[in-house]
């Protein structure tokens, strides 16, 4: 598994983004997801996707943001619709071939991480 993520910028407040993150590996994960990191916070979860498309967000970004994978392509999207400042941070996706859903929010349930893409929003 090798993640790779883009799509990360600045926005203004209420603005779009999308995030995209490529397994180069091609192993197809059972479970990717999303975390993100602001200046001096933890590491939290954003949302996760299994392989049959079951997703699960955080309450914060529950009706903006929308994970949605794309097998053939080994790829997932994070859509990010009316961003607010504090959606601010560098987001990080993840992959796990082992993970089970009840552990899917975790961070240490995945295996493998991508570089971080920087998200700011503007307000």
């Known amino acids: 598994v090798q993640l790779q993520a883009s799509g990360g910028g600045l926005v203004q407040a209420g603005g779009s983004v999308r995030l995209a993150c490529v397994d180069s590996?091609?192993?197809?994960?059972?479970?990717m997801a999303w975390f993100r990191r602001a200046p001096g916070k933890e590491r939290e979860f954003v949302a996760y996707i299994s392989w049959s498309r079951h997703t699960n967000y955080a309450d914060s970004v529950k009706g903006r943001f929308t994970l949605s994978r794309d097998n053939a392509k080994n790829t997932v999207y994070l859509q990010m619709n009316n961003l607010k400042p504090e959606d601010s941070a560098v987001y990080y996706c993840?992959?796990?071939?082992?993970?089970?859903?009840?552990?899917?929010?975790?961070?240490?349930?995945?295996?493998?991480w991508g570089q971080g893409t920087l998200v700011t929003v503007s307000s």
């Open positions: 993840a992959a796990g071939p082992r993970v089970i859903t009840s552990a899917a929010m975790d961070d240490k349930a995945y295996s493998f």
């Open positions: 590996g091609g192993t197809s994960a059972r479970y």
